[in-house]
């Protein structure tokens, strides 16, 4: 029986998350005696499972223990393992162990607890960070590579941004390039092949579980989209897309930035204040007709694991401001670049309150050092100046902190 996509998917996931000694090249087959089961629990759940893990030429009975041990280390993590039994591994049944690699994707990689389903989260994240494309499904609306070419360049403007005018008609060599792009520069690697992107059976598993790199905490799409919420809330920092939006108070701003009203005066003495803040947030969200998919306590609960309701929320508001130009400057690799930023007239504003982060093509904040960063002030505004060690799309923020004194 030829693999199928979701076979050779699932089978490179879970090659990322084992060392090369244990490389799987038969799903079935390999899983099957439990050691790289285990291998790849321990790896997710970061501790051991606790046994002894039979591993010189085990017996089938040893193989069932071994993955009874694995089953039980999830079990104890609160995972449900329905119709999944260590024997149904051992003999190779595909669709069990299909079953199972989407549990441990589920949980361990996408991550997400919330009541609602991830993959509604996801699209509409996708579906507010894409308003030009028409995507309602995670198969055919992907074939012809424009759409994840477009999520590229939400991700990192610059990047791609001729996925306008890419022919569908060479969706293949689309898929390809958009693939590439994603591994060098966003580091989200090819879990998926061109021809499985290309192909008419692509399954919606297999798709969601090559997303969930962008849509996981700080991974590119959540980057990009908490650095529109920073470009439209200005001085004020946001270092998450979770917990610090609990009392209400970014969300409401973010809403008011958006030509939203927050009808009430914000209060934050208790939990109550909070829910109060964000229920009238998201009233004044839905008059903007952007409606959230998670509740107020959701939203004040602020789990890192719950990161993915506040992201398309955050994303269906940001994408109200579709005036916003992020401005490139191109350079070259290890060439000292400048930046100039221009004040209002008559804002005082010292080199010192000024904080300048500079996020690289990795998704990763950069180390002042390694680029050389230097602020100058100018007549105008400030100079910034810097030498990018690394090839990709660099963004840079900056924040003026502001000191009130008698």
């Not at 690799?333 to 309150?353: M, T």
Request: proline share 4%; with cysteine; charged share 20%.
């Amino acid at each position: 029986m030829p693999d199928s996509i979701q076979t050779r998917t699932f089978t490179n996931w879970l090659n990322l998350q084992l060392d090369d000694e244990l490389y799987i090249q038969d799903l079935t087959a390999d899983l099957a005696d439990g050691q790289r089961l285990i291998a790849v629990v321990e790896r997710l759940q970061k501790k051991r499972c606790t046994g002894k893990i039979y591993t010189r030429s085990p017996s089938e009975l040893q193989c069932t223990m071994n993955v009874q041990m694995a089953l039980d280390a999830l079990r104890e993590d609160g995972m449900r393992l329905v119709n999944i039994a260590a024997k149904d591994i051992v003999d190779g049944d595909i669709k069990v162990v299909h079953s199972l690699v989407w549990l441990l994707i589920s949980r361990y990689h996408i991550a997400s607890r919330t009541k609602i389903p991830a993959k509604k989260l996801i699209m509409a994240w996708i579906q507010s960070a894409l308003p030009d494309l028409t995507i309602t499904n995670f198969r055919s609306a992907w074939n012809d590579g424009r759409a994840l070419s477009a999520l590229l360049e939400y991700c990192q403007p610059g990047l791609c941004p001729e996925w306008r005018g890419l022919p569908p008609q060479e969706g293949l060599l689309n898929c390809d390039r958009a693939l590439d792009l994603a591994d060098r520069y966003l580091d989200v690697p090819r879990i998926l092949s061109s021809r499985d992107l290309h192909d008419d059976q692509l399954d919606e598993q297999s798709l969601l579980t090559y997303l969930a790199y962008f849509v996981r905490v700080y991974g590119p799409g959540y980057a990009a989209t908490l650095a529109r919420a920073q470009d439209l809330l200005g001085d004020l920092h946001i270092p998450d897309l979770s917990s610090s939006w609990a009392d209400g108070y970014q969300l409401s701003l973010l809403v008011e930035s958006v030509g939203g009203t927050i009808p009430h005066e914000m209060r934050f003495d208790t939990r109550a204040d909070w829910v109060q803040n964000v229920e009238g947030a998201l009233a004044a969200s839905e008059q903007l007709g952007i409606r959230s998919l998670v509740s107020a306590e959701d939203i004040v609960d602020g789990r890192p694991t719950d990161h993915l309701g506040v992201m398309s929320l955050v994303a269906a508001l940001c994408s109200l401001n579709g005036n916003a130009v992020f401005p490139v400057t191109q350079s070259f690799q290890n060439q000292q670049v400048n930046i100039d930023l221009a004040f209002g007239e008559g804002e005082e504003v010292r080199v010192d309150d000024l904080t300048v982060e500079v996020l690289g093509p990795s998704s990763t904040f950069l180390s002042h050092t390694d680029i050389s960063l230097h602020k100058a002030r100018t007549r105008a505004g400030v100079v910034l100046s810097l030498i990018p060690t690394e090839v990709g799309p660099h963004q840079v923020f900056g924040f003026v902190s502001l000191i009130a004194r008698n």
